[in-house]
């Protein structure tokens, strides 16, 4: 026997709300097998403990940090952090000069690089360059390019982390080249002032002797991570190889407005396996970045590259083949997956307003642990269970519907959680496990408010099957916006909130998503299938669904159907019919008898 359009639909639903949860337990089989994944959730600082990072400002002696720089410092690592995939981080000052990191688990170096960088970024014209004392020129090659194409004037043929080469060079620059460089291109300081930042001028005495006694090893100790903007700088490439007289700033990373990793594409636009970092600057950093580029591609030699400096280290030096005027350069070099994505989120997310270093690095406890996790998991098991019991209570074989439901949306939330915690780096708190629990409720009412209006429409005389569409056309706009509103608010508490208040809203905007979710592909669909059984379209008292049950009825138009009538054995129904007559009904039934009296 075929079967009905309604049965269809329904079993349909049920085979999507299936595939979905199949497809959650793949996903997160997949990051067990090949992702050091959990099959359970990571907890949280509160409940699992972790690592401390005390972070020391690196100024000049003397100096001072602000209030104000120490909170902007604060805003930008918790952003740091948070991009990380690293949840419920705790992140404060200490003595009005240090900044406390406490992080769940831990760390490994990218996340502690992620947190304490400046990533202070700036676009400086190449002076000279030679090889640093007792290092070899040689490495990855490091290219900036316009996102756009050649067509937009590409910027290509990178040397040898930053070395000089010329336009037909491929392979590369040794030490002697380099040397050369600077004899030939930076020539003692000429008796006249700079006319831009590429002017060879630049090159002071002093400049000179720093360039020829600089130790790679110990650029922390020169300041060049806080040098200034309007000066040269002599500086070394992040790997210690090469050495570098830099002119002025001539673009900064506040241009910045957005910075991400990905993989970078050829010439004719296949996508390479080579990690990048794509930049966009504003309308001001496009035009500095512009000029830039069209003076120095008319330049030759070593003053035809320029360096991009991060932290007062050079992390590539490439030639400028053509003007790039879009405003989205492409940095490429010796990057992995992860060290692009720690640079691009750092870009992002600005530079720290002073740089810092790890003065310590220590576990700590637990502040809550794992008995409160289990007293919490206790607490939300028996809330399941009495919300259950309500259930077979009020609605007898109907809370078998709820029942089922809630269970599939246990293991739901569930794959949820875990896959965020295997994908995302989510963290689980006490807070979140009251989230989780809260949820309980906002689940169970949506069920409660198709159900009522499903037993609305059978007092109002419909059929089992008809009820059931009908009722779930008028309570669905009830859910859904009871859930939008729930999701509304945890966004803005999430967005407003610090900490575990974030972790209690995080988890209560997912659950609101799941109750959507499970109302139309478990409840509804599940409704509609039992709904042509004959125990539940026949009425039986067992169901929850008996018309006699129901009792009264508003017909529409103001008009009521009066109870309907039960032999004496049946007085515990009228009783519950009159209990549950709206205020509307029972005023229509007090007025009905008072007419009658009336008559008489």
């Not at 049920?14 to 997160?28: E, P, Q, R, Y």
């Not at 590369?172 to 380099?178: S, V, W």
């Not at 206790?378 to 009495?386: H, K, N, Q, S, T």
């Amino acid at each position: 026997m075929a079967r009905s359009t309604p049965e269809r639909k329904a079993l349909r639903s049920l085979v999507w709300l299936l595939v979905i949860i199949v497809g959650l337990l793949s996903a997160n089989a997949a990051s067990v097998a090949f992702n050091e994944g959990e099959w359970t959730p990571r907890l949280a600082l509160d409940l699992q403990g972790g690592t401390q990072l005390i972070l020391e400002p690196q100024i000049e002696e003397g100096a001072n940090v602000s209030a104000e720089q120490l909170n902007q410092a604060v805003a930008i690592i918790r952003q740091r952090v948070d991009a990380g995939g690293v949840s419920e981080a705790e992140i404060n000052t200490q003595g009005g000069r240090n900044i406390v990191v406490s992080i769940p688990g831990t760390p490994d170096q990218a996340t502690i690089d992620r947190i304490q960088s400046a990533a202070k970024l700036e676009f400086r014209p190449v002076l000279a360059a030679d090889a640093a004392s007792n290092s070899a020129i040689g490495g990855p090659d490091d290219d900036v390019s316009d996102e756009s194409g050649i067509d937009d004037g590409q910027t290509e043929g990178g040397a040898e982390d930053g070395a000089a080469t010329d336009d037909t060079t491929t392979g590369e620059a040794t030490a002697e080249d380099n040397a050369a460089a600077v004899t030939t291109d930076a020539p003692e300081a000429p008796p006249i002032a700079p006319t831009d930042a590429s002017d060879l001028a630049w090159i002071t005495p002093e400049v000179r002797e720093l360039f020829d006694t600089i130790d790679c090893a110990a650029l922390d100790e020169l300041g060049t991570n806080i040098a200034p903007v309007d000066e040269p700088l002599v500086t070394c490439d992040v790997d210690g190889i090469v050495k570098y007289i830099l002119g002025p700033v001539e673009v900064e990373g506040a241009s910045i407005t957005n910075a991400t990793a990905g993989l970078i594409a050829s010439q004719t636009g296949v996508t390479t396996t080579e990690w990048g970092v794509n930049i966009e600057f504003d309308a001001v950093g496009t035009q500095q970045f512009r000029t830039v580029t069209e003076r120095l591609i008319t330049l030759q030699g070593i003053q035809n590259q320029f360096a991009i400096v991060l932290d007062g280290s050079v992390i590539s030096a490439p030639r400028t083949l053509a003007a790039i005027t879009n405003g989205q350069p492409q940095i490429s070099g010796s990057f992995t997956q992860d060290t692009a994505q720690v640079l691009a989120d750092q870009l992002r997310f600005g530079a720290l307003p002073i740089g810092f270093e790890l003065q310590s690095q220590e576990n700590i406890s637990a502040t809550l642990g794992i008995s409160q996790l289990e007293s919490g998991i206790i607490a939300g098991v028996i809330g399941l269970l009495l919300v259950m019991a309500y259930a077979l209570f009020q609605y007898r074989a109907l809370g078998g519907v709820i029942i089922v439901s809630l269970m599939v949306a246990a293991v739901l939330s569930y794959f949820v959680i875990l896959y965020l915690s295997n994908q995302q780096g989510y963290r689980l708190s006490l807070a979140g496990v009251a989230g989780l629990i809260i949820s309980i409720g906002v689940i169970a009412d949506g069920f409660i408010v198709y159900f009522e209006r499903v037993r609305d429409e059978l007092r109002d005389g419909r059929s089992l099957p008809n009820a059931v569409e009908a009722g779930w056309s008028r309570a669905f706009r009830t859910i859904l916006i009871s859930n939008v509103v729930s999701l509304v608010g945890a966004v803005v508490l999430y967005v407003l909130a610090v900490g575990n208040v974030r972790g209690f809203a995080f988890t209560l905007g997912v659950m609101s998503l799941i109750n959507l979710v499970i109302v139309t592909l478990m409840t509804y669909p599940t409704l509609r299938l039992v709904a042509r059984t004959d125990f539940f379209s026949s009425g039986h008292p067992l169901s929850g669904l008996d018309p006699k049950a129901l009792g009264a009825v508003y017909r529409g138009r103001a008009q009521f159907r009066a109870p309907v009538s039960t032999p004496k054995k049946n007085t515990g129904s009228s009783r519950e019919a009159q209990r549950r007559q709206t205020i509307a009904e029972r005023k229509a039934a007090e007025a009905e008898t008072a007419g009658k009296k009336d008559a008489r």
